[in-house]
T-cell receptor
Framework: AQSVTQPDIHITVSEGASLELRCNYSYGATPYLFWYVQSPGQGLQLLLKYFSGDTLVQGIKGFEAEFKRSQSSFNLRKPSVHWSDAAEYFCAAGTEGTDKLIFGTGTRLQVFP | DVKVTQSSRYLVKRTGEKVFLECVQDMDHENMFWYRQDPGLGLRLIYFSYDVKMKEKGDIPEGYSVSREKKERFSLILESASTNQTSMYLC??????????????FGQGTRLTVV
């Protein structure tokens, strides 16, 4: 069955530190991959997406993600975290011909000053 | 910018009430979705619609129904609200099926409390 796994439920980092949020997928074909961010009490905002081509994709707010087919991963990274990055992050995947996304369970990021 | 608007940010309803959650999108998207979000469970798909008057069950449709009479509007209905339906409800839309068009745009969410 198709699935998206975010192994880390909660991550805490210091402001200015680097960040990597993990996402693994299980799909028969190469999926389309997305990262969304949700600030407290808000809806989800798209950070970045991967469909094909360059496996390193740049997004908004200084985030990037790298698609690694061999590891079935699409990890989100940021070189230096800001306090405003504290939020919940969701990885999602879909494939050609499907009409819905499958979401991971989310990773809550806490940032200490 | 794509805008998905949910009619209420917060709702408090009594057990047994019929509850309507409304969602409107302004970008002529084909697909619309209703998700439920609970801590530790992520987003779970309740229902989706790929055309006017068309609907498909998602992963957790029990206790819910939907209505899509116009392309831009997708309503979630709780026929008889129960306390276990207390949750955050998120509406989303996407342009079409497959590829880049699968990108979902989300509303702000409705936090429903059933007492």
């Amino acid at each position: 069955a198709q699935s998206v796994t975010q192994p880390d439920i909660h991550i805490t980092v210091s402001e200015g530190a680097s960040l990597e949020l993990r996402c693994n997928y299980s799909y028969g074909a190469t999926p389309y991959l997305f990262w969304y961010v949700q600030s407290p009490g808000q809806g989800l905002q798209l950070l970045l997406k991967y469909f094909s081509g360059d496996t390193l994709v740049q997004g908004i707010k200084g985030f990037e993600a790298e698609f690694k087919r061999s590891q079935s991963s699409f990890n989100l990274r940021k070189p230096s975290v800001h306090w405003s990055d504290a939020a919940e992050y969701f990885c999602a995947a879909g494939t050609e011909g499907t009409d819905k996304l499958i979401f991971g369970t989310g990773t809550r990021l806490q940032v200490f000053p | 910018d794509v805008k998905v608007t949910q009619s209420s940010r917060y709702l408090v309803k009594r057990t047994g009430e019929k509850v309507f959650l409304e969602c409107v999108q302004d970008m002529d998207h084909e697909n619309m979705f209703w998700y439920r979000q609970d801590p530790g469970l992520g987003l779970r798909l309740i229902y989706f619609s790929y055309d006017v008057k068309m609907k498909e069950k998602g992963d957790i449709p029990e206790g819910y129904s939907v209505s899509r009479e116009k392309k831009e509007r997708f309503s979630l209905i709780l026929e008889s609200a129960s306390t276990n339906q207390t949750s955050m409800y998120l509406c989303a839309s996407s342009l079409a099926i497959g590829g880049e068009d699968t990108e979902a745009f989300f509303g702000q969410g409705t936090r429903l409390t059933v007492v």
